[in-house]
Nanobody
Framework: QVHVVESGGGLVQAGGSLRLSCAAS????????MGWFRQAPGKEREFVAA????????DYADSVSGRFTIARDNAKNTVYLQMTSLKPEDTAVYFCASGRGGRYERWYEYWGQGTQVTVSS
Protein backbone atom coordinates (compact mmCIF):
# COMPACT_ATOMS: atom_id res chain seq x y z
CA GLN A 1 0.00 0.00 0.00
CA VAL A 2 1.35 3.39 -1.01
CA HIS A 3 1.11 6.21 1.48
CA VAL A 4 1.55 9.88 0.73
CA VAL A 5 1.58 12.41 3.56
CA GLU A 6 1.88 16.17 3.20
CA SER A 7 3.05 18.60 5.86
CA GLY A 8 4.20 22.17 6.22
CA GLY A 9 1.09 24.18 5.44
CA GLY A 10 0.11 27.24 7.42
CA LEU A 11 -0.68 30.93 7.41
CA VAL A 12 1.74 33.36 5.81
CA GLN A 13 1.62 36.98 4.71
CA ALA A 14 1.72 37.94 1.07
CA GLY A 15 5.29 38.04 -0.17
CA GLY A 16 6.35 35.41 2.32
CA SER A 17 7.63 31.88 1.88
CA LEU A 18 6.59 28.42 2.93
CA ARG A 19 7.95 24.94 2.32
CA LEU A 20 5.71 21.92 1.96
CA SER A 21 6.93 18.37 2.38
CA CYS A 22 5.54 15.15 0.99
CA ALA A 23 6.68 11.82 2.39
CA ALA A 24 5.94 8.75 0.28
CA SER A 25 6.22 5.08 1.12
CA UNK A 26 5.10 1.68 -0.08
CA UNK A 27 6.57 1.32 -3.54
CA UNK A 28 9.79 1.55 -5.52
CA UNK A 29 9.54 5.09 -6.79
CA UNK A 30 12.31 5.10 -9.37
CA UNK A 31 10.10 5.11 -12.45
CA UNK A 32 7.42 7.32 -11.02
CA UNK A 33 6.79 10.97 -10.42
CA MET A 34 5.38 13.09 -7.64
CA GLY A 35 3.04 15.93 -8.28
CA TRP A 36 1.66 18.85 -6.32
CA PHE A 37 -1.86 20.03 -6.96
CA ARG A 38 -4.00 22.60 -5.19
CA GLN A 39 -7.65 23.36 -4.73
CA ALA A 40 -8.93 26.77 -3.76
CA PRO A 41 -12.42 27.25 -2.29
CA GLY A 42 -15.05 26.95 -4.98
CA LYS A 43 -12.54 25.95 -7.64
CA GLU A 44 -11.40 22.74 -9.25
CA ARG A 45 -8.15 21.14 -8.26
CA GLU A 46 -5.28 22.30 -10.45
CA PHE A 47 -1.76 21.22 -11.26
CA VAL A 48 1.08 23.06 -9.54
CA ALA A 49 4.33 21.17 -10.13
CA ALA A 50 5.76 17.72 -10.72
CA UNK A 51 9.11 15.97 -10.49
CA UNK A 52 10.40 12.59 -11.63
CA UNK A 53 12.22 10.57 -9.01
CA UNK A 54 14.90 9.16 -11.28
CA UNK A 55 15.76 12.06 -13.60
CA UNK A 56 14.79 14.99 -11.43
CA UNK A 57 13.00 16.55 -14.39
CA UNK A 58 10.45 19.11 -13.29
CA ASP A 59 7.38 20.84 -14.63
CA TYR A 60 5.51 23.88 -13.32
CA ALA A 61 2.21 25.56 -13.90
CA ASP A 62 2.61 29.00 -15.42
CA SER A 63 1.01 30.59 -12.37
CA VAL A 64 3.82 29.42 -10.08
CA SER A 65 6.80 29.23 -12.41
CA GLY A 66 9.65 31.31 -11.05
CA ARG A 67 8.16 31.44 -7.56
CA PHE A 68 7.82 27.77 -6.59
CA THR A 69 10.52 25.11 -6.68
CA ILE A 70 9.93 21.38 -6.47
CA ALA A 71 12.76 19.13 -5.30
CA ARG A 72 13.20 15.57 -4.13
CA ASP A 73 15.33 13.66 -1.66
CA ASN A 74 15.51 10.13 -2.99
CA ALA A 75 17.08 8.75 0.17
CA LYS A 76 14.14 9.98 2.24
CA ASN A 77 11.44 9.38 -0.41
CA THR A 78 10.40 12.94 0.23
CA VAL A 79 9.44 15.71 -2.15
CA TYR A 80 9.44 19.39 -1.26
CA LEU A 81 7.64 22.39 -2.64
CA GLN A 82 9.40 25.62 -1.80
CA MET A 83 6.99 28.49 -2.26
CA THR A 84 8.22 32.08 -2.37
CA SER A 85 6.66 35.45 -3.18
CA LEU A 86 3.35 34.03 -2.09
CA LYS A 87 0.15 35.74 -3.17
CA PRO A 88 -3.36 35.62 -1.71
CA GLU A 89 -4.44 33.69 -4.80
CA ASP A 90 -2.07 30.88 -3.77
CA THR A 91 -4.42 30.15 -0.88
CA ALA A 92 -5.61 26.58 -1.28
CA VAL A 93 -5.39 23.06 0.02
CA TYR A 94 -2.23 21.58 -1.45
CA PHE A 95 -2.17 17.89 -2.34
CA CYS A 96 0.74 15.63 -3.10
CA ALA A 97 0.29 12.62 -5.36
CA SER A 98 2.30 9.69 -6.70
CA GLY A 99 1.94 8.42 -10.24
CA ARG A 100 3.45 8.41 -13.70
CA GLY A 101 3.70 12.17 -13.89
CA GLY A 102 2.23 14.93 -15.96
CA ARG A 103 -0.31 17.65 -15.36
CA TYR A 104 -3.47 15.59 -15.17
CA GLU A 105 -4.96 14.17 -11.99
CA ARG A 106 -5.86 10.91 -13.70
CA TRP A 107 -2.18 10.08 -14.10
CA TYR A 108 -1.69 9.96 -10.36
CA GLU A 109 -2.83 6.95 -8.38
CA TYR A 110 -2.12 7.80 -4.77
CA TRP A 111 -3.00 11.02 -3.02
CA GLY A 112 -2.36 12.58 0.34
CA GLN A 113 -5.00 14.23 2.49
CA GLY A 114 -3.81 17.73 1.70
CA THR A 115 -2.38 20.60 3.71
CA GLN A 116 -3.89 24.06 3.98
CA VAL A 117 -1.93 27.09 2.81
CA THR A 118 -3.40 30.48 3.56
CA VAL A 119 -1.81 33.68 2.29
CA SER A 120 -3.07 36.88 3.89
CA SER A 121 -2.96 40.21 2.09
Amino acid sequence: QVHVVESGGGLVQAGGSLRLSCAASGRTFGSYAMGWFRQAPGKEREFVAAIFWSSGNTDYADSVSGRFTIARDNAKNTVYLQMTSLKPEDTAVYFCASGRGGRYERWYEYWGQGTQVTVSS
